[in-house]
């Protein structure tokens, strides 16, 4: 059975930065291109940043030049590096595996990023 363990979230002021990390077990890490997503309480949950099993990595419009996804193997972790933090950008992150669309059924708890203006 698939888990996805996201943490790192928190309170942060605009312009401050966050580094969020994904623990993914019960299945072959190194396989899957990997993703991160955002939901708000108005919004469906938007793909922010995807990483392929090769490295190759696409970003949505609003937070290109400020995030930046890697993941590591070994670790079974992807990670999103958020710098310039906006309130925007405020929201419940999750991982999931695919570059375009998510692939697992089961999502994991999501952490909270909030940024003050």
């Known amino acids: 059975q698939v888990q996805l363990v996201e943490s790192g979230g928190g309170l942060v002021q605009a312009g401050g930065s966050l580094r969020l990390s994904c623990v993914v077990s019960?299945?072959?890490?190194?396989?899957?291109?990997m993703a991160w997503y955002r939901q708000t309480p108005k919004n469906q949950r938007d793909l922010v940043a995807a990483?392929?099993?090769?490295?190759?990595?696409k970003y949505a419009d609003s937070v290109k030049g400020r995030f930046s996804i890697s993941r590591d193997n070994a670790k079974n972790t992807v990670y999103l590096q958020m710098n310039s933090l906006k309130p925007e950008d405020t929201a419940v992150y999750y991982c999931?595996?695919?570059?375009?669309?998510?692939?697992?059924?089961?999502w994991g708890q999501g952490t909270q990023v909030t940024v003050s203006s």
């Open positions: 999931n595996a695919g570059f375009n669309a998510p692939i697992f059924s089961s």
């Open positions: 019960g299945t072959r890490f190194s396989h899957y291109a």
């Open positions: 990483i392929a099993n090769t490295g190759s990595t």
